[in-house]
């Protein structure tokens, strides 16, 4: 008898025990009820310290919009299947806004080896799957099997981060230009982070004006203009049907084709190519620019080249076939103008380089830098539109020269010894809260430069010529993100519609509508509203419901 009350109790503190580590769906802790917060972390397996860290950029996460993420780590669930767990933890709480559904979970358990990400409905376009794969096998697991789960949920939230603010989740790698290129974005995703008045914007490049005040006049202030969005696909469109055409040996019908195709795309790549010149209104009512379509330096509207281009081609064709007899055919036409225009391009990029050496020949290497970095992303663009080997050849230079001004060693001004960089993670210490937070939206990017003899630190920003933050009028700081954008009157056939678009810092409490013209439709083409809602309730999660997407590794 003795023997059985013994083990009973035995068997009971066991399962008392067991049943502390062991968690149900019910019974982890919400950190929402808790204190607020986003991390669960019962066991303790992160740190306090990077509990609290995470949480700051998690709240800005999501006061941002992005993405609501809820981070739990326990020793075990027993028998449970983790993506199972996953899956009814996020529907349980509710992780995510009710609206746009962005919620993401991420769930480590020890003892089962396994780290899942369970992702909202909203956010699958913007994390599918194998992104969410490559996250946790790049920039997890490695430290997870080291033991280092602080180092594993730091570094996997940047990645996140990354992957939400510029689509590119390998953060600490040289940035692929096919991820961040929104013209080889699939369209609904193009649709979604882009404002109300490019989708009602006529497309077509061939209806460019040529005459760039009312070019200007007919776009809205602070958005890129229509035709770099449309003009990768239009080209397509065009070219292939333009190639049957050739098949069927119209001679002049098809050489006419071939010089409208090159209109076309010479209108396009001058806007793309040449960026704009953009009339700055200033004052509160302007409309804030995004990093990425700021204006760059030395390139502009390149109106009187493509005059050239097509006078030259003209006077060519002419030539040949009054003079020489040529037949003008698709083929003669098509071959010409892209002659053009590699000599063309190459005089542009030499004036390009010209204008830069006059203008930065007295600035310091990272005010060089900043300019370069416009420059080059402009260029980016256009190597798309227009690849040609010598283009990226180009650009390989300039960025091999935006390195080397990058990292060139600086001397202490007080005690002339040279100054050392700061690996990435070692700077945080180093930089303003608000500098850090910018890093995390992935808007700047700093350097730290230290003396070791003295304490001289020089801090230098690299602002991301991608992002698409722009600068707070009132913290100064770029932390400035388009929020939403409604419609507010639709564009007619007659007249013009108009929107506001709403802009918040992440920074300071700074948040401003501004107005938006959205231009006269033209034809068939018609907008749809959308607006989008953050959640920034702390006694709650958003809302939101799982879509059964997300991945999962184990170690
Ligand atoms: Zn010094
Ligand atoms: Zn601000």
């Known amino acids: 008898m003795r023997n059985v009350l013994y083990l009973l109790l035995v068997s009971l503190l066991m399962s008392c025990a067991g049943q502390k580590t062991k968690y149900s769906v019910e019974d982890v802790p919400d950190p929402k009820k808790n204190g607020g917060g986003y991390i669960s972390n019962p066991d303790h397996l992160l740190s306090d310290g990077t509990v609290g860290s995470l949480n700051e950029k998690l709240s800005a996460l999501d006061k941002s919009g992005k993405a609501q993420v809820a981070m739990v780590l326990l020793k075990s669930i027993g028998e449970n299947e983790p993506t199972d767990f996953a899956h009814k933890l996020f529907n349980y709480w509710k992780i995510g806004d009710t609206a746009t559904n962005n919620g993401l979970l991420v769930l480590l358990v020890e003892d089962a080896h396994r780290l899942v990400f369970e992702t909202g409905k909203g956010l699958e376009g913007e994390m599918p799957d194998v992104i969410c794969f490559r996250i946790q096998q790049d920039y997890m697991i490695p430290y997870i099997k080291n033991g280092n789960y602080d180092q594993a949920f730091g570094e996997g939230l940047k990645s996140v981060s990354a992957q939400l603010y510029s689509g590119n989740y390998a953060f600490d790698k040289d940035i692929q230009p096919e991820v961040e290129d929104r013209s080889l974005m699939h369209e609904d995703t193009r649709q979604q982070s882009e404002p109300q008045g490019l989708v009602a914007a006529p497309a077509a490049p061939a209806e460019i004006t040529t005459d760039p005040n009312e070019a200007e006049a007919a776009m809205p202030t602070g958005m890129s203009p229509p035709e770099s969005i449309a003009a990768p696909e239009s080209f397509v469109d065009r070219l292939s049907p333009a190639i049957d055409y050739s098949k069927t040996g119209d001679f002049s019908g098809s050489a006419f084709f071939a010089g409208f195709l090159w209109l076309a795309l010479s209108a396009a790549m001058m806007s793309v190519f040449f960026g704009k010149r953009r009339k700055q209104k200033k004052g509160e009512d302007a409309m804030p620019v995004k990093m990425k379509d700021m204006p760059?330096?030395?390139?502009?509207?390149?109106?009187?080249?493509?005059?050239?281009?097509?006078?030259?081609?003209?006077?060519?064709?002419?030539?040949?076939?009054?003079?020489?007899?040529?037949?003008?055919?698709?083929?003669?036409?098509?071959?010409?103008?892209?002659?053009?225009?590699?000599?063309?391009?190459?005089?542009?990029?030499?004036?390009?380089?010209?204008?830069?050496?006059?203008?930065?020949g007295d600035k310091?290497?990272?005010?060089?830098?900043?300019?370069?970095?416009?420059?080059?992303?402009?260029?980016?663009?256009?190597?798309?539109?227009?690849?040609?080997?010598?283009?990226?050849?180009?650009?390989?230079?300039?960025k091999r020269r935006m390195d080397r001004l990058r990292n060139e060693p600086h001397d202490c001004p007080n005690c002339s010894h040279p100054l050392h960089k700061l690996a990435e993670k070692d700077e945080d210490v180093y930089l303003k809260k608000e500098q850090v937070i910018e890093e995390d939206l992935m808007a700047v990017d700093y350097d730290v430069w230290k003396c070791d003899t003295c304490d001289y630190k020089l801090v230098l920003d690299y602002t991301n010529v991608r992002s698409a933050m722009s600068e707070c009028p009132h913290c100064s700081y770029i932390s400035l993100e388009c929020k939403q954008s409604v419609t507010k009157k639709r564009a007619t056939t007659r007249e013009a519609g108009w929107g506001v678009t709403t802009y918040a810092c992440a920074i300071c409490s700074y948040k401003h509508d501004y107005r938006f013209v959205i231009p006269r439709i033209s034809e068939s083409s018609s907008s749809s509203s959308s607006s989008s809602s953050s959640s920034s309730s702390s006694s709650s999660w958003g809302g939101g419901s799982s879509g059964g997407g997300g991945a999962s590794s184990s170690w």
């Open 296 to 360: 760059n330096d030395f390139l502009r509207p390149g109106l009187a080249g493509l005059f050239l281009i097509h006078a030259t081609a003209i006077v060519a064709l002419a030539y040949l076939f009054f003079k020489k007899g040529w037949t003008i055919n698709f083929l003669t036409v098509f071959v010409g103008y892209y002659i053009l225009w590699v000599l063309f391009i190459h005089l542009a990029v030499l004036v390009i380089f010209i204008r830069a050496k006059k203008a930065l």
């Open 364 to 398: 310091d290497s990272h005010e060089q830098w900043q300019s370069y970095a416009r420059t080059a992303h402009k260029l980016r663009t256009a190597k798309y539109i227009f690849p040609l080997p010598f283009l990226w050849f180009y650009l390989a230079g300039l």
